[in-house]
């Protein structure tokens, strides 16, 4: 990580204007557009649903064809994206933000781009998945891939993620506590349910770049953040499109297989990230009192059990169970307005293919959703660049972006700031490094 100069902003206070395509417009933009060729059909080795976007994936019609005994076995796949995939060089220029619980997530930028791009160059915001931050491989290689494209990318490094910081014990006075459950003084951790944190990412990305498109990439646990920010947002939504991959979806149904064979092996690995990240700050967890049960989060074995002690406390909910059915996206996809590319593997053995919810992304216009029929998870060792290179959806996710983006230019529509979207830019402050 580049170590630069250190300053800090004033809080965010400008309007934008929003550039972005409503989905009426831009499926009357894709409608338009000419017929499909019979050469470009889907091919058959790949599970589509829905159509809206097809005629921007170059390679769609391509067969998917697994690396060779890597490729052949989910778990094999999976082991070996994490740990041999190589990782491109990137020189970061960090940001980190306070955001108005006073907590702190941090912002990774590619360093000289602000020299090198325009202040119209479309932004890319990057979620990692769970624990994951700007060093993962595949979010390096998408990152790679957009800048070459002329996109200025972002990386979102969330709560105790990535080196990103957490800070002092403070109640979120926003956030949606369920019926009955009283509100708490909790230090504020990484969850699937708390989409504060990117509400005000991307108010302050919007408002660094008011000229420019925004979109965002979320992987696995990221991903389903993200699907559940576009469906709170829905018509509302500053985004012009988002991807999201590995999806989880359903985190009853991936909690239940995380919990058999072999994913027991993954279960513990993201429980010890967990807790290393934990101990990191557990001077700050020293006198929490009520239902948190300290030890048990520090010492956990599984991802559940790091929930029960931590997690689902802090986010008011009576049950891991309860924080995992209120925090799935797969309820969100039926209010997504935002074009969206979901990509999934059928053998993807942490975001199991049963909890897609095929049904919602069909009926949504707005969707569009391909299943391989290997891919493992965050794996997909495959295309021209396998073994060693980056996924075989990154060719995908960029068409579809660079799509959206050139349809969407000259149908800019200019408004100001919901209330929402300037208390989140206002709270921000922000101090690079």
Request: net charge neutral; hydrophobic share 35%.
């Amino acid at each position: 990580m580049s170590r630069a100069s250190v300053g800090s902003t004033s809080p965010l206070t400008s309007f934008r204007l929003i550039r972005r395509r409503t989905p009426t417009s831009l499926l009357a933009t894709t409608n338009a557009a000419v017929a499909m060729p019979d050469d470009r059909r889907p091919h058959p080795s790949l599970e589509v649903v829905g159509d809206s976007f097809l005629p921007a994936l170059k390679t769609i019609d391509r067969p998917y064809h697994p690396y060779p005994i890597i490729g052949w076995n989910c778990h094999v796949e999976t082991i070996f994206a994490a740990f041999f995939r190589s990782r491109p060089a990137v020189r970061f220029r960090r940001q980190c933000l306070r955001t108005k619980d006073d907590g702190a997530v941090a912002l990774d930028w590619v360093a000289g781009d602000d020299r090198l791009l325009t202040e119209s160059s479309p932004v890319l915001i990057l979620l990692p998945g769970l624990t994951g931050g700007s060093d993962d491989t595949y979010v390096r290689h998408m990152l790679v891939r957009a800048r070459n494209n002329g996109w200025r990318v972002v990386v979102f490094n969330s709560r105790g993620c990535g080196g990103s910081p957490v800070t002092t014990p403070q109640f979120h006075s926003d956030f949606a506590y369920p019926l009955g459950v009283e509100k708490q003084t909790d230090v504020q951790f990484y969850s699937a349910s708390f989409l504060e944190d990117l509400c005000e990412v991307v108010a302050h990305v919007a408002t660094r770049y008011p000229n420019a498109n925004l979109y965002a990439v979320g992987w696995s646990l990221g991903a389903n953040i993200l699907v559940r920010y576009l469906g709170q947002e829905s018509h509302s939504c500053p985004l012009s499109g988002a991807v999201s991959l590995c999806n989880p979806f359903n985190l009853v149904i991936a909690d239940e297989d995380f919990r058999k064979g072999f994913n027991i092996v993954y279960d513990k690995a993201l429980a010890s990230s967990l807790c290393k990240i934990f101990k990191k700050h557990a001077l700050l967890f020293e006198e929490m009192e009520g239902e948190y049960n300290i030890q048990l989060a520090a010492n956990a074995k599984s991802v559940r059990e790091f929930d029960e002690g931590l997690t689902r406390v802090s986010f008011g909910f009576k049950s891991v169970d309860e924080y995992y059915s209120n925090s799935s996206s797969s309820d969100s996809i039926k209010h997504v307005r935002t074009p969206l590319l979901c990509i999934q593997a059928a053998n993807d053995p942490i975001a199991p293919s049963r909890g897609i919810p095929r049904k919602d992304i069909q009926e949504n216009p707005n969707c569009l959703l391909i299943v391989t029929p290997k891919g493992g998870h965050l794996g997909w060792v495959a295309g021209t660049e396998a073994p060693r290179g980056a996924p075989w959806t990154d060719p995908l996710v960029m068409d579809f972006l660079q799509h959206l983006e050139k349809t969407g230019s000259g149908t800019s529509e200019s408004c100001s700031k919901s209330d929402s979207a300037m208390q989140n830019a206002e709270s921000l402050h922000g101090v690079e490094v």
